[in-house]
């Protein structure tokens, strides 16, 4: 009889030894194939069968990792609530606003009505034309009640008035002997702001 037929017959004799002898060896090839460096292999590990320098290692990563983790948190949430304000901001300024580019036509709008109002009637002239200025008056005055209700006001700007970079500009300078140096002599166009926003300087002529 040959070793085969020894072990074939062996086999046959222990059907259940046989059958954990491949158990073990299918568990064994699997303890092989586990990766060593897996740190799942150690996520049920009993840390009573670790020691004290051990213990005092992984707790120091385990506050490490905290650390990390509230910075991010606090990270993120700071940068959320600068978002929230930027957007809060915008928010506001784009209402507050609004009607910054409408404001700026109707400014011109206001400019003709001005030249025209400034026109003087040589007393002769007839009815429909005294009416006609009286309904010109009336208009302008209406504009400018409704420019005020929504925050456009005219710069302060008159002969004078010491000149301000950042709400009038100089179209020319001119020698002054009534007005001091650096004082507005003359406006050409009248400015205006929106709320704090300035909508369009004053041009003037300042002394020199």
């Known amino acids: 009889m040959t070793t085969t037929d020894i072990e074939s017959e062996q086999s046959e004799q222990n059907p259940e030894e046989s059958g954990s002898q491949q158990q073990r060896d299918q568990d064994n090839e699997s303890v092989v194939e586990q990766d060593p460096g897996d740190d799942s292999n150690y996520a049920d590990e009993d840390i009573s069968t670790l020691s004290q320098a051990e213990l005092a290692e992984a707790l120091v990563v385990a506050r490490e990792q905290i650390k990390e983790m509230k910075d991010g948190y ?17 928010v506001i300024a784009a209402r507050k606003f609004a009607i910054e580019g409408f404001a700026q036509e109707v400014l011109n709008v ?11 009637l040589a007393g002769d002239e007839s009815d429909a034309v005294v009416k006609m200025k009286e309904g010109l008056e009336l208009t302008l005055k209406q504009l400018e009640t409704a420019m005020v209700k929504f925050a456009v006001v005219e710069v302060e700007a008159g002969p004078g008035v010491k000149f301000d970079p950042e709400q009038h500009q100089a179209i020319s300078m001119v ?3 009534e007005f001091e140096s650096n004082h507005i ?8 702001i929106l709320k704090e926003r300035l909508l369009r300087p004053a041009m003037v002529v300042v002394a020199s």
Request: positive net charge.
């Open 175 to 177: 020698p002054s002997d």
């Open 74 to 90: 606090l990270r993120a949430k700071a940068e959320m609530e600068n978002i929230r304000r930027r957007s809060q901001k915008e």
């Open 185 to 192: 002599v003359n406006v050409m166009q009248k400015g205006f």
């Open 110 to 120: 206001k400019d003709s009505l001005d030249q025209a109002a400034l026109v003087e």
